[in-house]
């Protein structure tokens, strides 16, 4: 998909953190609002990051990330229409 | 009670953590910078899209974030 996305600012908001007793692993989520040019077409995204992380060689790191979508929609039609444009 | 060399630790493990997330975010918006991104994850790092595919490993996740 990044190929198609000539414009992207990413805002992320809302963040919990937690840190696991053993000191070296760490999850976190965070809420990602983006508003990106994907195609020529002006789009919303909504989603959640629900990150790893793993400190190594004392610097910590992201040991996962994945997305979680709560919509991906074009400006001119919405979430409520279009929850999902893929 | 946590000594205060844990409760430092603590606050800057939590910093660490926010700075280098905030740093995949602007690798992302600076035309998806692959070598900056795969720079902030671990070796066996794992980058899972949903419906855009999920990649296993530093080179996988750099070829998907590679324009």
């Known amino acids: 998909m990044t190929e198609q996305i000539t414009f992207s600012k990413h805002h992320l908001a809302t963040h919990a953190?937690?840190?696991?007793?053993?000191?070296?692993?760490?999850?976190?989520?965070?809420?990602?609002?983006?508003?990106?040019?994907?195609?020529?077409?002006?789009?919303?995204?909504?989603?959640?990051?629900?990150?790893?992380?793993?400190?190594?060689?004392?610097?910590?790191?992201?040991?996962?990330?994945?997305?979680?979508?709560?919509?991906?929609?074009p400006y001119h039609s919405g979430w409520v229409k279009t929850p999902m444009a893929v | 009670m946590p000594t205060l060399e844990q409760r430092v630790q603590r606050l800057e493990d939590l910093e660490q953590i926010t700075g280098i997330t905030m740093q995949l975010a602007r690798h992302f918006d600076n035309s998806y910078h692959a070598d900056g991104v795969v720079s902030l994850f671990t070796d066996d790092g794992v980058f899972d899209g949903g419906p855009f595919g999920r990649y296993e490993g530093l080179e996988a996740i750099h070829a998907s974030s590679t324009p």
């Open chain 1, 17 to 73: 953190i937690h840190l696991a007793g053993n000191g070296t692993d760490a999850t976190g989520q965070w809420y990602m609002w983006g508003t990106h040019t994907i195609g020529g077409e002006a789009m919303f995204l909504a989603l959640t990051w629900d990150m790893h992380y793993r400190k190594t060689g004392g610097h910590w790191r992201i040991s996962s990330q994945r997305l979680d979508w709560q919509f991906l929609t």
